[in-house]
Each structure stands twice: as C-alpha cells, then as structure tokens.
C-alpha cells in the first residue's frame, strides 16, 4: 500500500499501523481509499496553508471515520459519526491513549460532519471536514493541484466508491430520518457525489465551497 503521494507521507507508529489494520478489516475497498484519500487531501490542505496538526491524531480519524458505516459498527439509534466516534475511543483506550487524547480522536470523526470548523480553533476537524468533502463530493477540489489529485486517485483509485457511498448515507437517511446523513440526502447529495470531478477530468479545475459539506 503505497504510504507516501506528492511529498506527503503517513504516520509511523503502532497507532497509525493498528488502525490500518482495523480498516483494513472492516472497510472495503472502496471505503478504505476513501478514508486513505481523505487523509491525505486534509495534509495536503494543511500543508499549503502551513498549518500545524497532530498527524497521528488526523490519521486514525480518518481510517476510522467511517466505520460506523459499516454492519459491525452501524447504530440503529446513533448518527454513524457518533457510532464511529464511540468506536475511536474504545480502539484508542486500547492503545493506551490517554481520556483527553481519546476524547479527541472521537470529537474529530463527529465534528467532520457539523458546520465549518474554524482552522485555527480545531485544525484536525477542519482538516477532516475538508478532506472528506473534497473526496466525497468534490466541494474543496478547487484549493487542490490538479497534479496532485491526479496522483492521489492513482495511488488509491476511486472504483466503485461514489455509488456505493450514496447507497450507505441512503440507507442512513431512511433508517435514521433525523441525523446529519439524511439531511444532505434531503439536499441533494446524491448528485454532488456522483458529479465529483475526481471520477471525471481529473485535470479540470473544480469549482468548490468548503460550506457545501459532504
């Protein structure tokens, strides 16, 4: 699995492989690139912008962000940000991770669903909102390279992702009317996610709103 695109390189350490290994084995594929593409669209976001971030902690949010998607980890009651922000503290008390650094790691997976997060104030949830976005719906696309996209995509291709992702936050949508999913359902999701330039002209330049969310 490659670890490193234009320059850019996952964290060392036990946390990082540990939560690899869990994504690996609950996530496809498609989920599984995503969060990896996810990951490296927010450094690369902090990198232009020479903004500092804990990227251990940026890491295992984003390999776990979603797995509250998935069926182990899907809540009949709980938003999936909040089911995989539950899953984050149960892997990071694991690890040994101390109360504060765990409750981050959960604050960061619910927060990339909520409204902006000022940079300055939370940059690791700012930073997974924005990647997210970039890689869900093509919404922050524009404050990419079109190089590096192109670079990010060949080291972890997109395949299926965008149908599949529409079905999950669907599925979401219907089961839990009330929760964030359903509610960019509701606004036109679907068709931001399938107009994503990344599975088109990749070279284009992509007109983008940070405010869009996913």
């Given at each position: 699995m490659p670890t490193e695109v234009a320059g850019l390189r996952t964290p060392e350490g036990r946390a990082a492989r540990a939560a690899e290994l869990v994504c690996a084995e609950y996530a496809d594929e498609a989920l599984r690139h995503?969060?990896?593409?996810?990951?490296?669209?927010?450094?690369a976001w902090a990198r232009d912008r020479g903004l500092d971030?804990?990227?251990?902690?940026?890491?295992?949010?984003?390999?776990?962000?979603?797995?509250?998607?998935?069926?182990?980890?899907?809540?009949?009651?709980?938003?999936?940000?909040?089911?995989?922000?539950?899953?984050a503290r149960v892997f990071t008390a694991g690890l040994g991770w101390p109360v504060e650094r765990r409750d981050r790691a959960a604050e960061v997976i619910v927060l990339h669903m909520r409204d902006d997060v000022a940079p300055e104030a939370d940059?690791?949830?700012?930073?997974?909102?924005?990647?997210?976005?970039?890689?869900?719906?093509?919404g922050t696309l524009g404050d990419f390279d079109p190089a590096f996209r192109r670079a990010l995509v060949a080291a972890y291709p997109r395949g299926d992702f965008a149908a599949s992702f529409v079905r999950l936050f669907a599925d979401q949508a219907a089961r839990k009317p009330r929760c964030s999913a359903a509610l960019l359902v509701a606004n036109g999701m679907a068709d931001r996610v399938t107009a994503n330039p990344l599975d088109g002209d990749l070279g284009r330049d992509a007109d983008g709103d940070a405010d869009r969310g996913r």
């Open positions: 995503h969060s990896l593409r996810a990951y490296f669209f927010a450094a971030f804990d990227g251990e902690l940026l890491y295992v949010a984003a390999l776990l962000h979603d797995l509250g998607l998935t069926p182990p980890f899907d809540s009949h009651t709980l938003p999936f940000e909040e089911a995989g922000g539950h899953l940059p690791e949830s700012r930073l997974l909102q924005v990647g997210t976005t970039a890689d869900v719906s093509g």
